[in-house]
């Protein structure tokens, strides 16, 4: 422990080496503000331990290729925000059906179309989940500081391996542009997940066979001696296009399932001041900073009021939301947009409790004050 690297770090660089730490090694991307550093420092460091960074010509073109590099071995990673998010959705649907583990960093910015490139919004919440076409698995994280970035983005990474999946990575600018002291864990402090390959030899691989008991197929590379194809048609075991009904039903129920299988799994969150709480404030990413000072100056007052902060944002902490919806009188939830996440408490909730959006679009964080006001005025 003492060994560690003590830094000051600003998130999108601790995305960096959370990523690095992971085993990435490649990186393909289009720069684009506030996420440009991520790209700045992978173009550094990568070349220096063996990896590959490629500028892209476009957004599309960034996801097309870490896809690619993916299929051929590599753990994978690329970065943008706002409208470079819209764009990487078609692909982000190919990686989803074709099963290919890759990690997506999106830093939020103020929209819709160019907005503010360099204010803080979480925006994109609903657009993580329902971007791209289709019924597709999502997995979704939101850190609210530079140490958490560095860990989740090892997560990340975690989860696209073992569910074979595009994971995502929800900064809001104020935490991609943070600076904060971190300790950089030791390498034998991190743990590490990789993909399940199939076992060298065997002559009756299929790129998207289950084994008995596993709703993740094994994973070769190309490259390694296992045949296989890939496409974005719905497609059998061996990953040739079918348009047989019954085999498209199957693959679309089992790659939802590695994700509402695995909730329990996959699902981080975090509570405080919760024990007798009959108000709770649900926030995630930077908004939580603010949440939990309000939360303690209210506490400070009397009020009986708790922090519900998702982690993991999608999945949605169904399970936790609706057990609190049976105990506490109110949610707030503040959150830089105006109102998305909002609605999927109020779905979960379904009028056990009243559900209270407090919305912001216009570049700035949600402060202390505006998040205890509101505390005090549905008491």
């Not at 440009?36 to 892209?56: D, N, R, S, W």
């Not at 197929?217 to 990953?239: Q, S």
């Not at 009397?302 to 949610?331: C, D, H, S």
Request: proline share 5%; net charge negative; glycine share 8%.
């Amino acid at each position: 422990m003492s060994d560690r690297k003590v830094k000051l770090m600003q998130g999108n660089e601790a995305c960096v080496e959370g990523a690095l730490a992971a085993g990435m090694k490649f990186y393909a991307g289009y720069p684009i503000t506030p996420s440009t550093e991520v790209a700045e420092l992978c173009a550094q460091k990568l070349p220096l331990i063996g990896g590959k960074f490629i500028q892209m010509e476009d957004e599309i073109a960034g996801m097309a290729a870490i896809i690619g590099s993916s299929l051929a071995g590599l753990k994978s990673m690329t970065a943008t925000s706002g409208p470079g998010f819209s764009l990487k959705q078609e692909n982000i649907g190919y990686a989803a059906l074709a099963e290919v583990p890759c990690v997506i960093v999106d830093v939020q910015r103020a929209g819709p179309s160019t907005g503010l490139p360099t204010a803080p919004s979480q925006g994109d919440i609903m657009q993580a989940k329902w971007g791209t076409h289709g019924d597709h698995p999502v997995i979704a994280l939101s850190p609210s500081s530079v140490k958490e970035t560095f860990d989740l983005t090892v997560k990340c990474f975690n989860l696209a391996e073992k569910y074979r999946t595009p994971v995502l990575l929800m900064l809001d600018e104020v935490v991609g542009h943070m600076r904060e002291k971190i300790e950089i864990p030791n390498p034998d402090e991190i743990e590490i997940y990789n993909r399940i390959k199939p076992q060298e030899g065997d002559d009756s691989y299929k790129a998207y066979r289950v084994e008995e008991k596993e709703i993740v197929p094994r994973m070769a590379a190309f490259g390694e001696g296992f045949h296989f194809h890939v496409t974005g048609l719905m497609h059998d075991e061996f990953g040739f296009p079918t348009n047989d009904t019954d085999t498209s039903d199957k693959l679309i129920r089992r790659i939802m399932a590695k994700v509402s299988d695995n909730v329990d799994d996959i699902v981080i969150y975090e509570e405080k001041y919760m024990a007798d709480a009959e108000y709770v404030v649900l926030a995630y990413g930077g908004t939580a900073r603010s949440a939990i000072s309000a939360v303690k100056k209210a506490r400070e007052m009397g009020i009986k009021v708790g922090l519900f902060r998702a982690v993991t944002i999608w999945p949605f902490p169904e399970k936790q939301i609706r057990e609190l919806a049976g105990k506490v009188k109110k949610f707030i939830v503040p959150e830089m947009n105006l109102g998305q996440y909002v609605l999927e408490v109020e779905r979960v909730v379904a009028g056990r409790a009243e559900v209270i959006s407090l919305g912001k679009a216009n570049g700035e964080v949600i402060t202390p004050d505006e998040i205890l006001s509101k505390i005090k005025e549905v008491l």
